[in-house]
DNA sequence: TTTGTATTCCGTAAATTTTACGGAATATTT
DNA sequence: AAATATTCCGTAAAATTTACGGAATACAAA
């Protein structure tokens, strides 16, 4: 959606395409060389960041909306996306917008009642993806984007600093009970690639050889014979994902602590 | 809602008070004596035993809509309620319904467009109380309700099998991660009363003297002083929730267990 | 070839938590 | 006083989690 017609459009006919008082709104954690990102957009005229939020079809099952609209953002498919809350409750999620304020941004005329100006409420899902491998896109009202450190988020719009907030916390406790890490790490990765991993998305020190101990316990990863060479050091044994036990956790959860 | 006219007018205007395409459908959980149960209404015309839901108002922020839906049905205030899911997937959830259908069994003429037949997704929220203090509300809609056990709940309208599915698997993981048993039991009760509590929510055995321990040892519950004579056998002493542990568990969570 | 550097690899003992389990105590009724 | 029904308590074994340091090795530089 870029040229001025497709805005034109979606802008005045969005509401036949889209459902309206809904928004799907995904916090995109971006895993790279030991960094925890997410993928904020600068929205013009609002002038601020914010999610790179979505809108669902009308006929179009809500699961696969989250996908779509991750997709046409960062051209991922097949990763892990879950909803984890609906927001619904901030004064920014009760208030209607003005139609004059939005004419004067985006020098666009539109009417009153119209969809975009309406009560929304956000259905909150968050994503992990490694954003070495991310290409993101921008349309015309999200100009720019930034992955920005998890310890470092900016203020945004409305009420989604807190969109952001439980995500991080549902990400963190969800590590707990649920295998992480399949789309993150190279198909055969060593074991401090994985534990960095973790560590970086909790946020905390887990003990080195307690967290291996504990995955290849639990059998969700093993050891392979082949080794990597990297740098004037011994080299590492590589790993993977044991897929049928990863599959299995993902679906049953686990139970344990690191 | 319950007079022609009101019915009429809820048909008719209730797109100009609630917000269409969403519902809440909350999952209602009953226990007393050892009997974990739901509360289903039966709906006329569908004529089949659904949830008992309600809509957004305009202006109503989301979880004050979720208690206002609950209290409407159960009079109760006050209660364990807790959002968990959005279903919008199922092919229920895509389908538009017929005017015609509904005016063939509602008696009420309404336009083809009626906000009423438009696609819906459903937020799932689940509580917990005591059935033995609820009164139970029904209106045009809803003619007839019934408690059902949880082991033998019927075949439900749309989808909402699988709310109530994962309503239950929700409310017993979550049981291993926040207490329970507030507004359930009485204000002072015996280790036997929380012990069947827990063990009918989990569906599963849990020997006694364990439970108790984990239970004093997280500082959840205290031993009173007095007993409570109930029987031709030894008196059980009074048990009493810690509500500064209590309240602190439910917002931090704990990581155990039984 | 040797030496230095950076990183990986491994295992055990102690502490804690979880599990399993049975017999004595006691309030009431007969 | 005896019978009945239920509560109460504690310990030992098993399992899990935690804490922790020194030898091995791949490469680069001398």
């Known amino acids: 959606m870029n040229s001025e017609e497709e805005v034109n459009d979606f802008v005045k006919n969005g509401h036949q395409q889209y459902l309206p008082h809904l928004s799907i709104d995904p916090v995109i954690f971006g895993y790279h060389d030991q960094q925890l990102?997410?993928?904020?957009?600068?929205?013009?005229?609002?002038?601020?960041?914010?999610?790179?939020?979505?809108?669902?079809?009308?006929?179009?099952?809500?699961?696969?909306a989250a996908h779509r609209i991750l997709?046409?953002?960062?051209?991922?498919?097949d990763l892990f996306l879950q909803q984890f809350h609906v927001f619904g409750d901030s004064p920014y999620r009760l208030q209607e917008r003005s139609a004059r304020e939005f004419t004067e941004k985006?020098?666009?005329?539109?009417?009153?009642?119209?969809?975009?100006?309406?009560?929304?409420?956000?259905?909150?899902?968050?994503?992990?993806?490694?954003?070495?491998?991310?290409?993101?896109?921008?349309?015309?009202?999200t100009t720019d984007y930034r992955w920005w450190d998890i310890s470092d988020i900016p203020p945004l719009l409305f009420d989604q600093n807190e969109v952001v907030d439980k995500a991080l916390a549902t990400l963190r406790l969800q590590i707990y009970h649920q295998p992480i890490g399949l789309n993150l790490l190279p198909e055969k990765f060593t074991l401090s690639e994985i534990h960095s991993l973790y560590e970086t998305i909790l946020g905390k020190e887990l003990d080195q050889r307690n967290f291996?101990?504990?995955?290849?316990?639990?059998?969700?990863?093993?050891?392979?014979?082949?080794?990597?060479?990297?740098?004037?050091?011994?080299?590492?044994?590589?790993?993977?994902f044991e897929k049928?036990?990863?599959?299995?956790?993902l679906k049953q959860g686990i139970v344990h602590t690191y």
């Open 37 to 64: 990102k997410i993928l904020l957009h600068k929205w013009i005229g609002l002038d601020g960041w914010g999610l790179p939020g979505g809108f669902i079809r009308r006929r179009e099952p809500l699961s696969q």
């Open 71 to 77: 997709q046409e953002r960062t051209g991922l498919e």
């Open 106 to 141: 985006y020098g666009l005329v539109v009417e009153k009642d119209n969809w975009l100006f309406e009560r929304t409420l956000s259905i909150g899902y968050f994503a992990l993806v490694d954003y070495s491998k991310v290409s993101v896109r921008t349309d015309f009202f």
């Open 212 to 240: 291996a101990k504990k995955l290849v316990s639990l059998g969700l990863i093993k050891k392979l014979a082949e080794q990597r060479a990297i740098g004037p050091h011994r080299s590492p044994y590589l790993y993977q």
């Open 244 to 249: 049928d036990a990863y599959e299995n956790a």
